[in-house]
Nanobody
Framework: VQLQASGGGLVQAGGSLRLSCAAS????????VGWFRQAPGQEREFVAA???????YYADSVKGRFTISRDSAKNTVYLQMNSLKPEDTAVYFC??????????????????WGQGTLVTVSS
């Protein structure tokens, strides 16, 4: 499955963005899908994930501000990001697991990766 992340951009602190992760090649409505981010000079970190059956997981740093959702008809997973902070600035990646459940919050659990989309939050 090929993943395409989009929706990044420049936004002021307190603003909102919605990222999209579109799949091609096959449906991924029955796969667990996650979002990760990587800031310059830092390691890739977990942001959010959703399982088949829509069980959701969030990093503590984004809980209450970000929402992950899935539109199976469009074969797309979204990350709605509200109340953005400068520390949210990073390249955001979507990733899919071969399985249906979220096995963990580490990158090696995910088998397919998109190319990333840059989110810049200005203060």
């Amino acid at each position: 499955v090929q993943l395409q992340a989009s929706g990044g951009g420049l936004v002021q602190a307190g603003g909102s963005l919605r990222l999209s992760c579109a799949a091609s090649g096959r449906t991924f409505s029955s796969n667990a899908v996650g979002w990760f981010r990587q800031a310059p000079g830092q390691e890739r970190e977990f942001v959010a994930a959703i399982s088949w059956g829509d069980v959701r997981y969030y990093a503590d740093s984004v809980k209450g501000r970000f929402t992950i959702s899935r539109d199976s008809a469009k074969n797309t997973v979204y990350l709605q990001m509200n109340s953005l902070k400068p520390e949210d600035t990073a390249v955001y990646f979507c990733a899919a697991d071969r399985g249906a459940v979220v096995r963990g919050t580490s990158a090696p659990y995910y088998d397919y990766w998109g190319q990333g989309t840059l989110v810049t939050v200005s203060s």
